[in-house]
């Protein structure tokens, strides 16, 4: 049973489309995060939600916006997709928003063509 | 500005050998310290977590230990296995905005 599951697990769409990325924790976590990747293996926080409300909003465009419907459940929104967002996409729960059991999903890897 | 640092960057060592992996942190006010691993083609996986209070922790065959007045943590690998073959992974908390600060990892390489 997956704690963190994300999904799709590979998502390749052509630049300007509009594509959303699903979350779900069923580890009764309080915080979820979203995360991406770079060419590095750096990986840079995007957002992060506690118990449904916004906690951490990096330097992200606006065309990404998340949507936290419940606490189990952080989405990822893309609108009008470039070349530059292609990269693979992790999503995170913790107990708090200290970090606490740290637990990621699988990632997406998004291509954009 | 925390900043993490991880080295070396990749190691490569036969089996059976002990190792440490360094990771340092320039701000001592951190919530906690975890390491990771992340194989390829799979997610992250957490392998210990140290509060700021503690000195370290153990699981199985790693040990992280945390030094937060020098800003380091190492974690000790006994015996190591084929299967511990990763890219091992260190963040920190910062305890003051709880933001998750990464290392950009260490790529290890055990060889049969």
């Known amino acids: 049973d997956t704690a963190v599951s994300q999904t799709p697990k590979y998502l390749v769409t052509q630049m300007g489309n509009d594509k959303s990325i699903k979350c779900e924790q069923n580890l009764g976590h309080d915080t979820m995060y979203w995360y991406k990747q770079d060419s590095k293996k750096f990986l840079k926080i995007m957002f992060s939600y506690n118990n449904k409300e916004l906690i951490i909003n990096e330097t992200v465009p606006n065309r990404f916006s998340p949507k936290s419907p419940d606490k189990a459940h952080l989405n990822l929104h893309i609108n009008s997709l470039e070349l530059g967002d292609s990269a693979v996409y992790f999503c995170a729960s913790s107990q708090d928003s200290g970090g606490r059991g740290l637990f990621f999903g699988s990632g997406t890897q998004l291509s954009v063509l | ?112």
């Open chain 2, 1 to 112: 500005k925390q900043e993490v640092t991880q080295i070396p960057a990749a190691l490569s060592v036969p089996e059976g050998e002990n190792l440490v992996l360094n990771c340092s942190f320039t701000d001592s006010a951190i919530y906690n310290l975890q390491w990771f691993r992340q194989d390829p083609g799979k997610g992250l996986t957490s392998l210990l977590l140290i509060q700021s209070s503690q000195r370290e922790q153990t699981s199985g065959r790693l040990n992280a230990s945390l030094d937060k007045s020098s800003g380091r943590s190492t974690l000790y690998i006994a015996a190591s296995q084929p299967g511990d073959s990763a890219t091992y992974l260190c963040a920190v908390v910062d305890g003051s905005n709880y933001q998750l600060i990464w290392g950009a990892g260490t790529k290890l390489i055990i060889k049969p």
